[in-house]
C-alpha cells in the first residue's frame, strides 16, 4: 500500500484525474461539486495493473484552503503533481511543490492535464517549463505525463508511473509506537466517533487502549477500516478509519492524534532545522505570527531563530518554535512553516529536538544522540527513546550517561570511598545511579552497605574472637563479642563456618578432617560419633555438628549409625 497525493494550482484537474483513476470522486461535498472547486481532503483509492494498491488523497489548490492541503500531506510516499498543459506553472503548483519538498516527500510524476485542449507545442512549450522549475527538487528528472481525462490519453502510462512509485518508494516506518494524525472525524449512525487519517510509526488493532491528544482522552478501538474494508489490525502507512468508544466526536478535531498512552512525548516547545523558501520578499526573523504545520495539525506558534537573529530567503538555518499547544513528535518529523498574518508559506524542514534543555541563546540543535544526552548528563534509556526514536543500551542499570557525567560521578564517588577509609561508606546516602555506578568501580568492595577500597585492610579480619576460635578448634565457647552479621561475613571469607547453630574456625574442619581419615582407615565398615568423639577427646555438644559439617562438604557419608567415606574424603 501507497499513498499518494495531488498537488498543484487551483481547476488544473486534480480531482478530475482521480476520479477518472479510480472511479471515485474524491470531491466529498455537495458545495464543491455544485462549484467545481475542492475545498477540503478527498479520499479514493485503487488498485494497479499489477495489483498494488494506492490510496489518493486529493487536494485541494485554491489558495485559501492551503491548510486542508497541508493536512493532507503527512506520512504520504509519493505525489501527481497537477499542471494544466494550457496554463502552465502557476503560484500554487509552486507553492505545493515547496511544501512537498519540506515534507521530505521523494517520489512523483508530474501529469501534464487537459491535453486532449492543446496542440504538440503548447505541450512541448509546459514541458519544457515544467523541466526548469522543478530542476532543483525532488522532482528533478521525473516523467512528465500528458493526460486528458476527456479521452482517456496518457492514462496508461501513468498508471505505470504510479507502479514506478510503489516500487522505489519505501514502505512506512514501523517504530511499533502508531500515531495517527486525525484529518476528519464524525459520529457514524449506531457505531460513534469515527476518526480518519494516514497511520504512521506503528500498527494498531481492534481493542487497542488509545489515547487522543491533546487531552489525552483515552478510548478503545471498536473497528478499523482501510479501502472501505474492516480488519483486525493495520500497519503504519495506511490510510485507516478507526471506530472508537469513550470519546465524543465533538471534543475532536482536525489536528489532534491517536497515540498508545505512554509511548509518546508531547511538545509545545521544539528546536527545528528550517530552509527558508528563496522566492520569499524577508529575512525570517522572530518577528510575525506564524503556523506550524505537521501531521494534520495546524499550530499557532512563535519564533525564535538560533544563532543568528534571521535567516534570509533561500538560506537554511535553526530555529526555537513555541507551539501554541502539544503534540507527541520524533526528531526527524516534518513541518512546515506559514506566516498567518501574510499568509505565506515561509519554509520547513525537520524537528531536530523536541525538548531542547539549553537556552535559546546557547541552543545548537542538531539530531546527535549523544548531544542529547550530554545537554543531559543523565537520563534513562526509556526516556532517551522517547526523546529521540532510537534504542540506546544504559551505561549502567537503566541509565545512560554522558561521558562527562559518568567520569564527575566516578571521580566523586573515588573520594568519598577513600575518605570513609576501613570504615567504609554507607551507600544508602547515595541516589541510585552512584549505587549502580560504585558497584562496577574497580578497586572498591561493596559489603553489608557499605563500600571500601579493595586494597584496604578489613578490620574485621583481626577481631580477637577469631584467634580465639583458632585457639578453641574443635571446642569453641559462644562467643558475644562478634554479631551473627560479623561471624557471617568471615564465614564468607572461609575464616569461620557453622554447623547446627555451632561457630567453629576452620582449623576445627581440618581436625575432623583428619580424624574421620584415621578413624576409617582403622574401621573401614564406619565410625560411630562415639568413636569420632573419643578420639579428638571432645564432648558431643562439638562433635555432632563437626561429623555433620563434614556429611554436608562429602568428606564422610552417614548410613544408618556410622560414617562412611565420602566422595571428598
Ligand atoms: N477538457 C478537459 N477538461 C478537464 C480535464 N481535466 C479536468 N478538466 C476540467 O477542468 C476543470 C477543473 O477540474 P478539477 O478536477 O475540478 O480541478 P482541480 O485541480 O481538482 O481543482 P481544485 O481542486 O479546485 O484545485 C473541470 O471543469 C474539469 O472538467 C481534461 O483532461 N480535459
Ligand atoms: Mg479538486
Known amino acids: 500500500m501507497r499513498i499518494i497525493a495531488t498537488a498543484g494550482h487551483v481547476d488544473h484537474g486534480k480531482s478530475t484525474l482521480v476520479r477518472t483513476l479510480t472511479g471515485i470522486d474524491p470531491d466529498r461535498w455537495e458545495e464543491e461539486r455544485r462549484r467545481g472547486l475542492t475545498i477540503d481532503l478527498g479520499f479514493a483509492h485503487m488498485s494497479l495493473p499489477d495489483g498494488e494498491r494506492i490510496s489518493f488523497i486529493d487536494v485541494p489548490g485554491h489558495i485559501r484552503f492551503i491548510s486542508n492541503m497541508l493536512a493532507g500531506v503527512g506520512g504520504i510516499h509519493g505525489c501527481i503533481l497537477v499542471v494544466d498543459a494550457r496554463e502552465g506553472w502557476k503560484p500554487q503548483t509552486e507553492e505545493h511543490l515547496r511544501i512537498l519538498e519540506f515534507v521530505g516527500l521523494r517520489h512523483g510524476v508530474i501529469a501534464l492535464t487537459k491535453a486532449d485542449l492543446c496542440d504538440v507545442d503548447i505541450l512541448d512549450l509546459a514541458r519544457h517549463e515544467i523541466e526548469d522549475r522543478v530542476a532543483d527538487t525532488f522532482l528533478a528528472g521525473s516523467s512528465i505525463v500528458p493526460v486528458s481525462a476527456v479521452d482517456g490519453s496518457g492514462l496508461g502510462e ?44 506503528g500498527p494498531l488493532s481492534v481493542g487497542d487502549s488509545v489515547a487522543v491528544t ?34 465524543e466526536h465533538t471534543s475532536i478535531s482536525r489536528g489532534d492524534v491517536v497515540v498508545v498512552p505512554g509511548q509518546w512525548i508531547t511538545s509545545d516547545t521544539v528546536d527545528a532545522h528550517i530552509g527558508v523558501l528563496g522566492g520569499l520578499g524577508h529575512a525570517l526573523s522572530r518577528r510575525g505570527a506564524f503556523t506550524v504545520h505537521i501531521g494534520s495539525d495546524e499550530i499557532p506558534a512563535r519564533v525564535r531563530v ?72 543523565v537520563v534513562t534509556a526509556q526516556r532517551l527513546r522517547l526523546l529521540t526514536g532510537v534504542d540506546i543500551a544504559p551505561t549502567v542499570g537503566e541509565w545512560v550517561l554522558s561521558p562527562t557525567e559518568a567520569d564527575r560521578r566516578q571521580v566523586s564517588l573515588r573520594t568519598l570511598v577513600d575518605e570513609s577509609g576501613v570504615h567504609g561508606l554507607d551507600i544508602s546516602i547515595l541516589d541510585d545511579i552512584d549505587r549502580a ?64 547453630g555451632e561457630w567453629f574456625h576452620h582449623v576445627a574442619l581440618e581436625r575432623a578432617h583428619e580424624a574421620a581419615r584415621h578413624l576409617l582407615a582403622l574401621h573401614p565398615d564406619g565410625f560411630t560419633v562415639s568413636q569420632f568423639r ?29 560414617r562412611i567415606a565420602g566422595a571428598r574424603l
Open 534 to 562: 573419643e578420639h579428638l577427646g571432645i564432648t558431643r555438644k562439638h562433635a555432632v555438628p563437626l561429623a555433620s559439617a563434614l556429611d554436608t562438604r562429602g568428606i564422610t557419608r552417614r548410613r544408618d549409625d556410622v
Open 306 to 377: 538560533l544563532e543568528a537573529d534571521h535567516i534570509p530567503p533561500g538560506n537554511s538555518g535553526a530555529i526555537r518554535l513555541y507551539l501554541d499547544r502539544s503534540v507527541p513528535l520524533l526528531p526527524g518529523d516534518r513541518y512546515v512553516l506559514r506566516e498567518s498574518g501574510r499568509s505565506e508559506t515561509v519554509g520547513g524542514g525537520e524537528i531536530l529536538d523536541i525538548e531542547p534543555v539549553l537556552s535559546a541563546a546557547k541552543a545548537r540543535p542538531s539530531r546527535r544522540i549523544e548531544r542529547v544526552v550530554d545537554e543531559r548528563g
Open 214 to 247: 491533546p487531552a489525552m482522552r483515552t478510548a478503545r478501538i471498536r473497528a478499523i477500516q482501510s479501502l472501505g474494508e474492516n480488519c483486525d489490525a493495520i500497519g503504519p502507512g495506511n490510510r485507516v478509519a478507526l471506530n472508537i468508544s469513550g470519546v
Open 158 to 201: 501513468l498508471r505505470a508511473e504510479l507502479s514506478r512509485i510503489v516500487r522505489e518508494s519505501d514502505e512506512s516506518l514501523d517504530r511499533g509506537r502508531p500515531r495517527l494524525f486525525i484529518d476528519r472525524v464524525f459520529a457514524a449512525k449506531g457505531s460513534g466517533t469515527v476518526v480518519t487519517g494516514t497511520l504512521t510509526d
Open 437 to 500: 555506578l560504585l558497584a562496577k568501580l574497580d578497586g572498591v568492595v561493596v559489603d553489608d552497605g557499605r563500600a571500601r577500597r579493595a586494597d584496604l585492610d578489613d578490620p574485621l579480619m583481626s577481631h580477637p574472637a577469631i584467634a580465639r576460635l583458632e585457639q578453641q578448634a574443635c571446642t569453641p565457647e559462644a562467643c558475644s563479642d562478634i554479631t551473627p552479621t560479623e561471624l557471617r561475613r568471615l564465614a564468607k571469607a572461609g575464616i569461620v563456618f557453622e554447623s547446627q
